[in-house]
């Protein structure tokens, strides 16, 4: 009655095992029984193309739990995907073939095996235009989909990947960002027996709306979803090939052209919050800087920064990474040449330039932000230590009739922050203020405040992880006993008045004890 994975069989085929024709069975009893009324002739297979065994299959109307499909008595199988999403790979089948009738297109849909189950990957080609649609539905690592893309470029004029849910890795990612603007991203909502597809575009901050295959169009440069527009298209086929020949033997450019060139890539890049290779960059602002050496690589990036350690900007190559994400060694040669110091090991450089990303992302993001502040290196090549105290207090002497006025440009710093840290340890110290001893209360407000501030000013993840530390800290505030209110501290004058008034008050009460006494 369930799969060899221990799940109840959702899906199967109508008509004999090698149907391509998926169902799921409704799960309520009431629906169950008006879908037999309706087909009453239907019969249901664990088929081939949901990677079954091929044998007949029965459904199961209960009134007490959930239906479902159930094998013979004393049959085998070892299909492992049994879900509603088991047969997604059908559903979408059906759905190109009614939208390419409609849309008078001469195309076929095919499933393949990578390795994972018949329904890893469908392949839409429209024949006459040599066009191709992969929709990826197994994850598929970078190199992979690197090797994949080429081999079916070479036989298309366009070809568009349109990614599945948890199935494009980040690098697969950052290179379509760069070079499209966008990714292409697939969903199934389940409607009756049946699954329909939903397409949308994403970008690295913002995406389109989830709409039908039948609100999107196959144009001459390929699949286009509503709202989204490609930064930049070169088509994978022979026109592509032509470029690539081109790429192989670029012509070369002035230093000034490969100068501003790289800048705007590496500008690009950082509005759209994205870390690119060199070979990245390098399909962005030419062909003519792939094949640059380090020492090449460096003398060009430290003329695209060569103002930022005096003014304090972002450095842009910080941005650049490596395959495995880290960034490469020559930009520490950038860093000290540029004027912000020399990072000792690969540890340091990386910090330093995570710092850097996160700023010009800042900085040249839509819509733009407060930058954190630059990490300063020591002299020894570390991390420095994060002053927590502000500067000394300016003064300045205001000259007016009758001397000189000390006028103080900044309110001093109230007592109960005197130890406050900066903002990148400030979610520490609202962890540490909850479990020290004395007057914790007071100053995990005060540390409250200071929060509130340094949000405008932090990147992500650490805005996420310091707005979650606050919700904690405010929980914790509520929950501690009000403290009792403190009794205002007199002056000397004020106690000797009070004294007084007591030693005149006991005389009167001693007079008056006499007096009646007396009577």
Not at 208 to 222: E, F, K, R, Y
Not at 223 to 245: D, I, K, M, N
């Amino acid at each position: 009655m369930i799969g060899s994975d221990g799940r109840l069989v959702q899906t199967a085929v109508i008509g004999s095992r090698n149907s391509g024709r998926a169902i799921i069975l409704p799960t309520d009893a009431d629906e169950l029984t008006r879908w037999r009324r309706r087909h009453p002739a239907y019969t249901y297979w664990c088929g081939t193309q949901l990677g079954g065994c091929g044998n007949e299959l029965s459904d199961r109307l209960y009134r007490d739990k959930v239906c479902h499909f159930a094998h013979r008595p004393h049959t085998s199988c070892h299909r492992t995907a049994t879900g509603a999403a088991s047969a997604d790979h059908l559903f979408i089948k059906d759905d190109l073939a009614a939208w390419a009738g409609r849309n008078r297109l001469k195309g076929r849909a095919t499933s393949h095996d990578l390795g994972t189950g018949p329904g890893d990957a469908v392949d839409f080609r429209v024949g006459a235009a040599r066009q191709h649609v992969r929709f990826q539905f197994s994850r598929l690592a970078h190199a992979e989909w690197q090797q994949a893309r080429r081999r079916l470029s070479s036989d298309a004029a366009t070809l568009d990947w349109v990614f599945g849910p948890g199935t494009a890795q980040p690098e697969t990612m950052e290179e379509l960002y760069d070079e499209y603007g966008y990714l292409l991203r697939f969903r199934f909502e389940t409607q009756g027996a049946v699954r329909r597809i939903r397409l949308r575009a994403e970008e690295p901050r913002r995406s389109t709306d989830w709409v039908p295959l039948d609100a999107c169009a196959m144009t001459p440069a390929g699949l286009r979803v509503p709202g989204a527009e490609p930064r930049r298209r070169s088509g994978p086929g022979p026109a592509a090939e032509a470029g690539a020949r081109r790429a192989a033997a670029p012509v070369r450019r002035s230093r000034e052209e490969q100068v501003l060139a790289l800048k705007e890539a590496l500008v690009s890049a950082a509005r759209f919050r994205t870390r690119p290779t060199w070979e990245a960059l390098a399909r962005t602002a030419g062909g003519d800087l792939a094949g640059l050496s380090a020492r090449d690589r460096v003398s060009l990036l430290v003329v695209v920064d060569q103002d930022c350690g005096r003014k304090g900007s972002p450095l842009l190559s910080a941005l650049i990474r490596t395959g495995e994400g880290d960034p490469p060694s020559y930009v520490g040669d950038v860093v000290a040449a540029v004027g912000c110091g020399v990072p000792a090991t690969p540890a340091v450089l990386k910090r330093w330039c995570q710092r850097e990303a996160d700023r010009a992302f800042a900085v040249h993001g839509v819509p733009s932000r407060t930058a954190p502040p630059r990490l300063p290196l020591t002299l020894d090549g570390q991390i420095a230590a994060q002053q927590s105290a502000e500067p000394a207090q300016r003064e300045t002497i205001v000259h007016v009739q009758g001397g000189p006025v000390l006028q103080y440009a900044a309110r001093p710093k109230p007592k109960g922050l005197a130890g406050v840290p900066g903002d990148t340890e400030i979610r520490v110290a609202l962890r540490n203020a909850r479990q020290k001893r004395g007057p914790r209360p007071r100053y995990a407000a005060a540390l409250m405040a200071r929060a509130e501030e340094a949000l405008t000013r932090l990147p992500e993840p650490q805005r996420t992880e310091l707005v979650a530390e606050m919700a904690t800290t405010r929980r914790w505030l509520d929950s501690q006993p009000d403290a009792p209110a403190q009794k205002p501290k007199q002056s000397r004058r004020a106690k000797k008045a009070a004294n007084a008034r007591k030693a005149a008050a006991a005389k009167q009460t001693a007079r008056a004890q006499k007096t009646q006494q007396g009577k």
